[in-house]
């Protein structure tokens, strides 16, 4: 699994030019390829770990969610 930062960014809305606060958290690639004036937002930091290996996105997609109720957990 791979440690991947996800943050929130300030960017400009094309229409008015004003900035606003992204709804979802983007990687700094993703978000510097769509917006690149883009700003992270300071302590909205999340690490997610993403599979790297086919292996790894198997397992991934097999295992409960946290929140599951019971009887959906093996």
Same mark, same amino acid.
């Given at each position: 699994?791979?440690?991947t930062e996800?943050?929130?960014w300030r960017i400009r809305d094309e229409r008015n030019g004003?900035?606003?606060?992204?709804?979802?958290?983007m990687t700094? +690639?993703?978000a510097l390829a769509r917006h690149p004036e883009a700003v992270r937002v300071e302590g909205s930091l999340e690490v997610r770990d993403l599979p790297e290996t086919e292996e790894e996105l198997r397992a991934f997609h097999q295992?409960? +969610?946290a929140n599951a109720p019971a009887a959906f957990q093996k």
């Amino acid at each position: 699994m791979k440690p991947t930062e996800f943050w929130l960014w300030r960017i400009r809305d094309e229409r008015n030019g004003k900035f606003y606060k992204t709804r979802h958290r983007m990687t700094e +690639a993703d978000a510097l390829a769509r917006h690149p004036e883009a700003v992270r937002v300071e302590g909205s930091l999340e690490v997610r770990d993403l599979p790297e290996t086919e292996e790894e996105l198997r397992a991934f997609h097999q295992r409960p +969610a946290a929140n599951a109720p019971a009887a959906f957990q093996k």
